[in-house]
């Protein structure tokens, strides 16, 4: 039988967290993850070239056999997912689809707050892109943003550095940046796939009066009704409850990291452009 799994793709190792949210909600479906690893972070890069590495993966994964692809970056979804799915899937084939992790997380994040102000923490490309701000003025015209940039958190979840003092400190530091930007933020939304680690320090640090959401379980929710909604993509997915791995960085390397994600053992293959 063919294997048509669902692609899950990350610049690094957060988009872990949403694969396991995922295989939470479709534990029958087949998925292959593809960290980019070797090229991580892509926070800081250009739109050009979040585009271009994006690009590839997905193709690297439609070669896979995965019809339909999820850009578990928010840097890619920000930076890349409108102009693959406008410019380039129309040419590599009709029946193929790309989603990403932003609009899911702006249809939902406006119910959720009592007060209409939101925090909004995630990587610098993802932050001033707008993007969040930009979707949200769309479900939620009322609510207000509040953005602030984390660019030493990717790094300190990486080399589990989250729970040293210094890294603690730095946390701590931005915390207080946001918050400081409004009083009445009572919603904050962990906008880039490795934050979800913090979340219990999060919560301990702004305390029950503020809600931490990560974006795993939204994501995971919203592919379940796309699915619903989407019949003929549903039907050509193969369901063998199986999970491959690949990363462009050494397999050892990604092996020993991404378990401290995905909460099992991991044993990846080598991929590189």
């Known amino acids: 039988m063919e294997r048509t799994p669902i692609g899950v793709f990350d610049s690094g190792y957060g988009g872990l967290t949403v694969l396991s949210a995922i295989r939470a909600q479709l534990p029958q479906h087949d998925f292959i993850y593809f960290g980019d690893n070797a090229r991580a972070p892509y926070g800081n ?3 050009d070239v979040v585009y271009e590495f994006t690009l590839e993966a997905v193709n690297f994964l439609f ?4 019809p339909l692809v999820i850009l578990a970056c928010n840097t890619a979804s920000a930076k890349a997912l409108r102009t693959i799915q406008q410019k380039d899937l129309p040419n590599i084939s009709s029946s193929k689809r790309v989603l990403g992790v932003i609009r899911p997380s702006t249809e ?3 119910e959720l707050t009592r007060t209409k102000h939101v925090g909004i923490l995630g990587t ?8 969040y701000p930009i979707e949200l003025s769309k479900f939620a015209p009322d609510i207000e943003v509040h953005q602030h940039a984390c660019p ?22 931005d915390l207080q940046q946001l918050l400081s930007a409004h009083v009445d933020i009572d919603t904050i939304l962990l906008a880039c796939t490795h934050y979800p680690v913090l979340q219990r320090q999060l919560e301990e640090l702004v305390g029950p009066d503020i809600q931490v959401i990560p974006q795993g379980p939204i994501v995971a929710e919203k592919l379940v009704a796309y699915l619903k ?3 003929e993509m549903e039907q050509r997915l193969s369901k063998n409850n199986s999970v491959s791995f690949f990363t ?13 994600f995905f909460g099992h053992k991991v044993e990846a293959q080598h991929h590189s452009f």
């Open 248 to 260: 462009s960085e050494t397999p050892a390397v990604f092996n020993q990291k991404a378990s401290h």
């Open 108 to 110: 939902v994040i406006g």
């Open 63 to 66: 070669e896979q056999g995965c």
């Open 124 to 131: 610098q490309g993802t932050i001033n892109s707008n993007s």
């Open 229 to 231: 909604a989407h019949p």
């Open 152 to 173: 030493m958190w990717v790094p300190l979840i990486e080399n589990q550095k989250h729970e040293h003092p210094a890294g603690k400190q730095f946390i701590l530091e």
């Open 45 to 47: 890069r250009s739109f």
